[in-house]
């Protein structure tokens, strides 16, 4: 049977200024946990954290 709904479409907001920057998807198997990645946030214009949501705009 076809492995299904295993991957999770998710936002990436800045922990910052909130400001959704990301979309990606996280495979719920192979990471249970929310993510918290680095990346760059155009609005705060530099590296801040950025957690999950799911929340999509
Ligand atoms: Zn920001």
């Given amino acids: 049977m076809a492995q ?8 990436l907001i ?10 990606t998807d996280r495979n719920k198997i192979n990471t249970p946990e929310k993510i ?4 760059y946030c155009r609005h705060c214009r530099k ?3 950025h957690k ?3 929340k999509l705009d």
């Fill in 4 to 11: 299904k709904d295993q991957r999770l479409l998710v936002a």
């Fill in 14 to 23: 800045c922990t910052v200024c909130k400001s959704q920057n990301y979309i």
């Fill in 36 to 39: 918290v990645l680095k990346k």
């Fill in 47 to 49: 590296h801040t954290e």
């Fill in 52 to 54: 999950e949501t799911s």
